[in-house]
């Protein structure tokens, strides 16, 4: 999207254009999910284990999933919406994934790095709708609940999440805060979570999405922002 295009957001700022969303700075300290999820560690917001910077050599990899323990997801560094991704639930199916994955990165994105993080079977998506002025100051509209999905695309969406206690509910606003702070984060965005259901109150980073997004009118029916 040129929406998360930080070269757009220099040109305009050069060309003295306000462009209405975030800095080159803050799309770039996103639109890299590993260095997204360094961020992420460096403000105490909880992240799943995982390689904390793009790999291309197989070898790698494969020592970074031994670590790690199967089953592991492959994503794509700079991608998202679902494209670059593969589960791996034996290391004999590593090789063929990766190669899978880094062919659909490179087509989608121009850039074949993957990344790794531990596969989590039964979770819950939840997404943080955020909104900041530049300034350091920071609200939430509430999380919606992106649980529905096929082949990692968003299918349905609903808030609030019905499986989310008040308690773990604040923690990841807090969260969802820390992580846009850091970046004296302007304009919308979505700091998107995962919940694994096995009641533990536990929940994981797993990147940000540096723009409003099509599900905002969801948040938008119920807090008319």
Known sequence: FLAENAELARACKEAGITFVGPGP??????????????LAKENDVPTLPGTEHGLTDPGEIKAAAKKIGYPVIIK??????GR????VKTPDE?????????????????RSEVFLERYIARAKHIEVQILGDGRGNIVHLWERDCSVQRR???????TPSPGVTP?????????????ALAVNYRGAGTVECLVPADGS???????????LQVEHPVTELVTGI
């Open 25 to 38: 700075k803050q799309l770039e300290a996103f639109g890299d999910k590993t260095a997204a999820k360094r």
């Open 76 to 81: 794509a560094s700079f991608g998202g919406g």
């Open 84 to 87: 670059g991704m593969r589960v």
């Open 94 to 110: 590593l090789i063929p994934r990766l190669e899978e994955a880094q062919r659909e990165a490179g087509a989608a994105f121009g």
């Open 152 to 158: 990692h695309q968003k299918v349905a969406e609903e």
């Open 167 to 179: 308690a773990l509910r604040e923690r990841m606003f807090a969260a969802a805060r820390r992580a």
């Open 201 to 211: 109150g536990e929940f994981f980073f797993l990147e940000m999405n540096t723009r």
